[in-house]
């Protein structure tokens, strides 16, 4: 049972709401944006036909609002946003649902002016608007718009999405606009595509930069923009009618046969019940010579085999993905369709050709820690000790957590290689998590029977404090623990003094 003193609602509830009131008010008196949300409220139970206005009028302030917004208050923007999002999917849609759409349009149309004068290197920002943009389509399904007076808003709106706060708009919309909003928009992009850009005179041409292939044009720069906008108009608005060959036309023969753009196709094709097409289409593309396999592409074709009846050849195509990339994921949908005791030696197989695999090291290593098949993991760790590269923390640490319980050797020695490149590449900025890498080598000492050619903890230590004793930084962290400063273990996931050594 979670404490008393714990903050969750029902701790707050037994509060009652008098002494809730005033915490409310002591609160809302230094955070503005808390007292536009308890107002909101407050308008909402009392007189929920102001909602809109109250909105309607935030919005206005946002607006107008010009100051530049730093990532330290960015987030408190995209929570003062999200408020006015709520409120108009949550309270004004239930009053008046056209009213609740023309303030998400509204809302919309703040995007550009945020997003220029504020730093959403976080993405909070983009967020909230990608949300609002998914609200427009089950508000415009209740508001039961003209649909081709929608349509022309969404014509408008796409070719004003400079900040992709329109992104999937169509798709958003589909239902609403249905065959005749569709139709409609579909006309204005084939319109728009054969509408020239006018080219200003040599001398008047605006250079925004420089690339390769030398200036970069302002009215180049506009005319590829606006080809982009048509062709993904129009592949949505022909994925929204079913129409795959609309989708296909807009690509050109040498992109068609791209294999990320061979599999979009190549699916399209097998919802269709094309899957002869959506194979040529497939087995028409061109792949890098020597490149690590495009599983996108991979995972259409095996579709589109197994559409034809052709299962053994979609057999064999998982196998490959696995044999050339140590894929669990085809290696599982492989054995999947075995019959029973046939998968027992096609996984003892799949297995030894892991542990033998000589140039994909951290794969083979990440596969078994996964499958999972420890004891094989452990032989690859110390056969291969000196090979691993401790720059890549994101797979030897967990392969260091789940080897720790039976394999503390091979778990000492992942330990080590981050340590070392930690230490030898001097990343002060890691020396925390080298420390406690450190001190969890120190609390796995006790648990290896026989370091056979390996150092043991000690020597180890020595000459790590040989080699790196200059680096105060690291060492103060292990002094730190070392008298008896809780830190926290990977081993038991808390905070003990396990690791001391």
Known sequence: MASKKTLNAENLEALGGQRLAALLMDIAEDDA?????????????????????????????????????????????????????????DQAA??????????????????????????????????????????????AELAKLDPVALADRVFAALNENDYGQYDHLIETLA???????????????????????????????????WGSGGPMYEDEIKARSRESTIRLALQEIADAQGDVDAFIAQYDD?????????????????????????????????????????FDWEDARIEALEALGRGDEAQAARWSCFERALSAEHLRAYLKRLPDFDDVEAEERALDHTERYE??????????????????AARVVTRRAGEFDGNHYEILSPAADALAGKHPLAATIVLRS??????????????????????????????VAD????????????????????????WSLISRRRDGEQTHCARHNEYCRCARY
Request: charged share 30%.
């Open 418 to 447: 981050m340590i070392d490149f930690t230490l030898t590449k001097a990343r002060s900025s890691r020396y925390r998590h080298a420390a406690r890498h450190f001190m969890e080598c120190a609390s796995l000492a006790s648990s």
């Open 254 to 294: 040498k992109t068609l046969k791209a294999p990320r753009i061979a599999a979009s196709i190549a699916r399209r094709l097998l919802a269709a019940g094309r899957a002869e097409e959506a194979l040529r289409v497939i087995e028409a593309a061109e792949h890098r010579r020597g490149g690590w396999p495009d």
């Open 33 to 89: 944006a808390v007292k536009r949300r308890l107002r909101l409220e407050l308008a909402a139970k009392e007189a929920p036909e102001t909602v809109a206005a109250e909105v309607r009028k935030r919005l206005g302030q946002i607006a107008r609002a010009r100051s530049f917004v730093d990532w330290r208050k960015v987030r408190d923007l995209a929570a003062d946003l999200e408020a006015q999002r709520r409120a108009i999917v």
């Open 359 to 376: 140039s994909l090291l951290l794969q083979a290593l990440a596969f078994f820690v996964s499958w999972p098949a420890l004891d094989r």
């Open 175 to 209: 239902a609403a606009l249905d065959a005749n909003g569709l139709d409609h928009l579909k006309a204005r992009f084939v319109e728009l595509s054969k509408t020239p850009i006018e080219r200003p005179p040599e001398g008047q041409r605006k250079v925004l930069g």
């Open 94 to 139: 239930r009053i008046d649902p056209a009213e609740a759409l023309e303030l998400m349009w509204r809302f919309m149309g703040l995007a550009e002016s945020v997003h220029e004068r504020c730093d959403d290197s976080n993405g909070v920002i983009g967020d909230v608007f990608r949300g609002a943009c998914r609200d427009l389509g089950p508000l």
């Open 451 to 474: 370091y056979g050619a390996f150092e043991t903890h000690e020597a180890y230590a020595t000459r790590l404090k040989a080699e790196h004793g200059r680096k105060s930084g690291f």
